[in-house]
């Protein structure tokens, strides 16, 4: 109905029941109709007329309860309720639930104890919705111990039950836990599924991720969006393009809009995964672009070597009217750094603060460290690193100590650790740069005295991992780390195969089954054909030792 012709029909009906608000029917009928409309006006005359009816029923104190819940209004909703019980109206189950869930909206413990404590009272706790309601509250409050205990006490737990205790579990970081109890539900749907999916995802365990999206999958659940987006997001952390191209390709067949947060996560998948074209299209299809979806493509331009595309990006979204974020900032500066554009990176630094209100962080110093360092402005750079708001962290020091390396200041990178010694930057980058810069002097003494400390420190270094799609499924090859994985295929795109296979260091018990395709020899060019070697391990335990490997699948 057009918003007119429904003011109009609110207008005759309050002339109509002006007269007769003692008729608790006829007054029902305006302010559900006001209050159910979502429009905020008719919210208030809805209101408006709650407030001067000599008698309210139940039904009609429900209503102004929930719908103020529904707006997002959860302190005008409690106000109701406490009003509600001090008038003398007695609250039913349907009372108890939207009071419940205004409670869970605040993450007000408080009320919530009271609410479940007139519950007892009154014998409504036993209700569905109500425990249901309850277990949402304390869930929501991270109270576990008093959500298990009333999930323990509920005769009849549905998955809307299961699903919220699971959700708690995720929430405080408990996924083993979470995990346990979602192995034990007799039934599941959708949103069961995507909580498990998203606590997987926040925890970083994108792998397991991705197991229950094709577990549920297996079980024959149509994924919802929050599902969806939780799947897309860990195939771009693990590189699984193949999986993310076919949750692509079932958004498109389910004929899915591509909202902000479906889009947002569609980009970031492709952009992560390489795929900046296909990014940009799918970007360029959203109908609604926020800061998240051009943050998004902006550090995939960034990551994937088109920085000045990046830049450009930056620049449309301000054309857009799209005001930029922390992250946001931290992907165009690195933009800059990488191309070498000091002026337009110093100016985009420079503008955080003054035209966006953007207090810079110790990344965003970061980034402008490693943009004076690459453009061998050391002293610039120095002066960023000493007089920052705050104290460095490892990677601002890690970020000048290799500008230090490239441009051979050595002793401008050992200051620098010097003065910063007792502020615990021990991360191992900040180690492994200064050996390096002693490295390239020659000085291996020195090496070799920092690196004894760093044993001494028990500073380990993050090993070096590469990340290979092959079937679909992404293996992953770590320097010095044993792998235990089953038989694979992994495919080399390699120019010289024998000198280059005696350079393998591959330690195995079991014989490493080893087959190329011919390859021939183009004289007149003096070059070889490029080889295509399949490498089938047949083994469950190798360690992989030569950082020289190089490969192209």
Same mark, same amino acid.
Not at 529 to 553: E, G, P
């Given at each position: ?44 005359? #809805?209101? +408006? !007329? =709650?407030?001067? *009816? &000599? ?5 009609? %104190?429900?209503? @102004? /309860?929930?719908? $103020? ?108 836990? #979470?995990? +346990? !109890? =979602?192995?034990? *539900? &007799? ?5 069961? %599924?995507?909580? @498990? /999916?998203?606590? $997987? ?108 595309? #990046?830049?450009? !990006? =930056?620049?449309? *979204? ?236």
């Amino acid at each position: 109905m057009p918003h007119n012709g429904a003011h109009q029909v609110i207008k005759q009906a309050h002339l109509a029941v002006s007269g007769t608000l003692f008729d608790p029917y006829a007054a029902a009928k305006v302010i559900s109709f006001c209050a159910l409309s979502h429009n905020p006006h008719h919210l208030r005359h #809805a209101y +408006h !007329l =709650f407030r001067f *009816m &000599p008698t309210r029923t139940t039904y009609i %104190w429900n209503l @102004m /309860i929930r719908t $103020f819940t529904d707006s997002n209004d959860p302190t005008q909703a409690l106000s109701l309720y406490t009003n509600m019980l001090r008038t003398g109206s007695s609250p039913d189950n349907y009372t108890f639930s939207f009071a419940l869930r205004a409670s869970a909206a605040l993450s007000s413990l408080y009320f919530g104890v009271m609410i479940h404590t007139h519950a007892i009272r009154l014998g409504w706790e036993s209700y569905d919705f109500v425990q249901n309601g309850l277990v949402h509250l304390y869930v929501t409050c991270e109270s576990m111990d008093s959500a298990l205990k009333l999930f323990d006490m509920c005769f009849c737990k549905d998955v809307v039950t299961w699903t919220a205790l699971v959700n708690g579990y995720v929430k405080c970081g408990q996924i083993v836990t #979470a995990r +346990h !109890l =979602f192995d034990e *539900m &007799p039934e599941k749907n959708a949103v069961s %599924w995507s909580t @498990m /999916i998203n606590g $997987f995802v926040h925890l970083g365990m994108f792998r397991e991720a991705l197991e229950v999206f094709a577990d549920m999958q297996a079980a024959g659940v149509s994924p919802n969006r929050a599902g969806i987006v939780g799947a897309l997001t860990a195939c771009g952390y693990v590189g699984a393009l193949d999986q993310g191209r076919w949750i692509h390709a079932y958004v498109k067949r389910k004929g899915m809009r591509l909202d902000v947060v479906l889009g947002t996560a569609v980009v970031d998948m492709y952009a992560k995964c390489g795929c900046v074209e296909t990014s940009c299209a799918v970007f360029d299809e959203m109908r609604e672009r926020d800061v998240f979806a051009f943050t998004s493509l902006i550090s995939g331009f960034a990551n994937n070597g088109e920085c000045v595309n #990046a830049v450009s !990006l =930056f620049k449309r *979204m301000e054309d857009e009217g799209v005001a930029p974020n922390e992250v946001t900032f931290v992907c165009v500066l690195s933009a800059c750094s990488r191309v070498g554009m000091v002026d337009e990176g110093l100016k985009v630094f420079r503008s955080m603060k003054s035209r966006f209100g953007v207090e810079p962080g110790v990344q965003h110093y970061g980034c402008l460290v490693d943009l004076l360092g690459r453009a061998g402005m050391l002293e610039e750079a120095k002066k960023v690193v000493t007089k920052m708001p705050m104290g460095p962290d490892s990677y601002v020091l890690g970020a000048l100590l290799n500008a230090c390396r490239v441009h051979g200041d050595l002793d401008l990178g050992k200051e620098m650790v010097e003065r910063f010694t007792g502020q615990r930057l021990d991360h191992s980058s900040v180690h492994v740069l200064l050996s390096n810069i002693y490295a390239s002097e020659n000085q291996w003494d020195d090496v070799t005295l920092l690196r004894k400390g760093m044993e001494e420190k028990r500073v380990r270094k993050v090993p070096g991992c590469s990340l290979i799609e092959v079937n679909g499924e992404v293996y992953e090859f770590y320097t010095q780390i044993l792998l235990r994985k089953p038989s694979f295929v992994v495919e080399l795109s390699v120019p010289f195969f024998p000198s280059l296979l005696h350079s393998y260091s591959i330690m195995t018990s079991d014989p490493c089954i080893v087959t190329t395709t011919s390859a021939s020899l183009d004289h007149s060019m003096g070059s070889s054909a490029t080889k295509l070697i399949t490498m089938r391990l047949n083994i469950f335990d190798f360690v992989i030792t030569s950082s020289d490997l190089r490969y192209s699948c």
